[in-house]
């Protein structure tokens, strides 16, 4: 049988249970999702040749790293080429592209140091979000930024968020598709602090400061993401869930990010998506996969990205949630990498999208909890995988695994002679 056969016989099975797989298709055809620039390059980016400091660390040594913002655009074309649905590009700061011999510290960045980034996502008809860049630069006085008792240092770092903000507007206007702007520090202490409230107070002014710069928020959709820990600042981090939930509800145009491997290891993001969609409306997300704690692990088809998935399409909620991918593995092919976190998300954005939601929600309601149960493991068993291949056959790009011969290819030819 064809793909087109096959897919035929599992959409006439998904009819009888109330789901039309065409209009899902269609529907995740459209669906922005941001592709992270730093997978590429293990989070170096171009404007310093020091390591990872500042809660953040990437692990592995695979030959063939982006060396260069050509190099880096290389291998994302070729790992766009394998995914299918509608993209978005989301930079990091650090990612500024200088002329030769030119160097311009991150308080002085402006929109004219990522004229390269705009003109390859308007080739390509895509969207750009952003990140200030708080860690891996010498302005990262014990730890701290944004949150730093030095008046100086937080003037530095102030200055960093307020340029971003305008290159942020700069991408919205030049592709014509809203920036979406996330602020995030490692700001903490590894030990017990002694003042806790002190370093949230200057952090929240800090913000305030960088979101007083004008901007259309129209265009730029400014977020504060939240972390229980990270490397160096395991005790205490001061931009938490409850500082960062409660800065966006109080602050008008600041929406929440949430980064699923930025919790605690029994909580799951998919059960505060709905709850927030109650309040905010819009939020944000940074799609990873935890593996104990915020490792940033290629995302895979696994539960609780399924579930994350679930619970936007069930809340009505694919043009209410802004979605990035965000993580860094460097002992795989880095462009591998890209391709399976990136068509992860779209099948569970799809299997999604191919669940009879409102049928399961009035068993629910209905309180025929029973037949709840029963329906939702034997939607488990369709024949999902015949849609999938058919969304991607429609997009234009592999449908199964035939899809490696090419990264094995491009790693042969170009990146293992780097």
Known sequence: MT?????????????????????????????????????????????HDGPLTG??????????????????????????????????????????????????DRDKLEPKHFEKWVAFAKERNMGLDFNPTFFSHEKVINGLTLSSPDETIRKFWIEHGKACIRISQYFAKETGVPCVMNIWTGDGFKDIPADRMGPRMRYKDSIEQILAEPFDKNLVKPCVESKVFGIGVESYTVGSAEFTMNFAATHDGCLPLMDNGHYHPTEVVSDKIPALLCYYPEIALHITRPVRWDSDHVVLFDDETKEMAKEI??????????MALDYFDASINRVSAWTVGFRSWQKALLAALCTPNEALQQLQEE????????????????????IWREYCRQCKVPYDQSWFETIVEYEKEVQLKR
């Open 3 to 47: 793909v087109q056969e096959r897919y035929e016989a599992a959409k006439a099975m998904y009819v009888e249970i109330g789901v039309d797989t065409d209009q899902a298709i269609e529907t995740l055809k459209k669906v922005p999702v941001s592709l992270h620039c730093w997978q590429g390059d293990d989070v170096t980016g171009f404007d």
């Open 55 to 104: 809660g953040i660390q990437t692990t592995g040594n695979y030959p063939g790293k982006a060396r260069t913002a050509e190099e880096l655009m290389q291998d994302m074309d070729k790992a766009l080429s394998l995914m299918p649905g509608t993209k978005k590009i989301n930079l990091h700061a650090c990612y500024a592209i200088f002329e030769e011999g030119a160097y311009f």
């Open 313 to 322: 399409v069930r809340s009505d909620a694919l043009d209410r949630v802004y």
């Open 367 to 386: 309180n025929r909890l029973t037949e709840l149960m029963m329906m939702q493991e034997e939607v488990k068993t369709y024949p999902f995988g015949d």
